[in-house]
């Protein structure tokens, strides 16, 4: 090779080295911008090692949280990667472990917001982000090189102590069960199917929520026989948020459970139940019998992909159970005494209903509020005069 030509290669070399350093350089400032304006990147402060910064989140911060949080694991990950040292457990898997730290905590954030404050707003800006997440996670678990440095570990994990070895066994197994072993079109495949799965999660949870956001109207004095002040005063301003007359028992647990244990209104019992019961299962545009159809389709084809008989046996092979039947064979283990159970408290029910003259079988809507009697008869506990709202506060 003559002078000239190995004089241009090593300045070629060099504008390279120069040119990747500028944009790392960038990619470092910009996330550093990103992250000195959005206080869900920052690390929490506080007592008990840092509280989360619930009065700064919003829905608008969200969305870039995930993506400068997603682009600082990726640049973590590059970095155990590109490490020229031999594999080790120090390197390899601790880094690993460290490594998404910010990511974690913006998921945190999000998934308190989005299971209490389901907004359509956030609700949309689920449905968008949930699929990013899952490519994502299919990002680092088929980076052929990571998971070739961490079953290096794995190979000599009989030189680890005992929770070294146990942390490599935990982690290189969860990448083999999530696919890092398969091929480059069995990959593309399975990270579709697990972007698919994310947005049909959200899909579903929608639709349950669009159900939970309906209500039954209590529009008579009548219609509160039973309940307590406090849970009247609930239901009013319940009706009066939505613009109701009277008062109304939202299509949620916290409002349904309740009104089913206090109210002495047995039709209104059954109407209330029914309605929670059958929230997804109404035959509208939010019912959900089509999308848990497409999620179970879609997690068998994910399990043959993986090489398991199904989607049980694929998530049971992580438990102690490790198979579905081990598993079944316990349940059935307890369900003869579960369903004896029942039926003696079933009994103890009717026995109060009888005795009241009732003239009813004791049916699903009734359990709660039978099963209030029977502890007043049994126990002397109320628990209308003993839960938080209806105490004196001194």
């Not at 080295?17 to 959005?38: D, E, M, P, Y």
């Not at 707003?121 to 998971?147: G, H, K, M, S, W």
């Not at 990270?191 to 929520?209: G, H, P, R, Y």
């Not at 490790?322 to 159970?341: G, N, S, Y």
Request: aromatic letters at 6%; one cysteine or more; proline letters at 4%.
């Amino acid at each position: 090779m003559s002078p000239t030509i190995s004089r241009f290669i090593v300045v070629v070399v060099a504008v390279a080295l120069v040119l990747c350093a500028t944009g790392a350089t960038a990619r470092a400032r910009k996330a550093s911008t990103v992250a000195s304006s959005n206080p869900l990147l920052a690390p929490w402060s506080g007592p008990y090692g840092g509280v989360p910064p619930w009065d700064k989140v919003t829905a608008a911060l969200v969305k870039p949280a995930v993506d400068a949080s997603v682009a600082e694991e990726h640049g973590e990950i590059e970095r155990i990667v590109a490490e020229r040292a031999a594999p080790s457990f120090a390197n390899t898997i601790v880094a690993l472990e460290r490594s998404g730290r910010t990511r974690d905590r913006v998921e945190r954030l999000f998934g308190v917001m989005k299971n209490n404050l389901s907004t359509p707003e956030v609700q949309a800006l689920d449905r968008e982000v949930a699929p990013e997440l899952a490519a994502a996670d299919d990002q680092i678990t088929f980076n052929e090189t990571l998971y070739k440095r961490i079953a290096a570990v794995y190979e000599g994990r009989a030189r680890l102590a005992p929770e070294e070895r146990r942390l490599t066994e935990r982690i290189h197994d969860s990448f083999v069960r999530s696919g890092a072993r398969l091929d480059a079109a069995e990959k593309t495949r399975l990270s579709t199917i697990n972007q698919e799965l994310a947005t049909t999660f959200s899909d579903f949870a929608a639709k349950v929520l669009a159900d939970e956001n309906t209500w039954v109207v209590l529009g008579a004095e009548a219609d509160l026989a039973g309940l307590p002040a406090a849970m009247v005063s609930s239901y009013r301003a319940a009706a009066e948020e939505r613009g109701l007359a009277g008062h109304a028992v939202v299509n949620t647990r916290s409002s349904v459970d309740p009104f089913l244990t206090f109210s002495t209104r047995r039709d209104l019992r059954e109407k209330v139940w029914r309605a929670f019961t059958n929230r997804g299962d109404n035959g509208d545009d939010h019912d959900t019998k089509a999308t848990i159809a497409r999620i179970v389709k879609l997690r068998a084809e994910r399990a043959k992909l993986l090489g398991f008989a199904s989607h049980a046996h694929w998530r049971m092979d992580d438990t102690m159970a490790r198979d579905p039947k081990a598993a079944e064979a316990l349940m059935m283990r307890v369900w003869p005494a579960a369903v004896a159970r029942v039926r003696e408290e079933v009994a103890d029910m009717q026995a109060i209903a009888d005795a009241e003259g009732a003239k009813v079988t004791i049916e699903p809507w009734d359990y709660r509020s039978y099963a209030e009697k029977v502890r007043k008869a049994r126990y002397a506990i109320d628990q209308a005069s003993s839960s938080p709202t209806s105490r004196s506060r001194t």
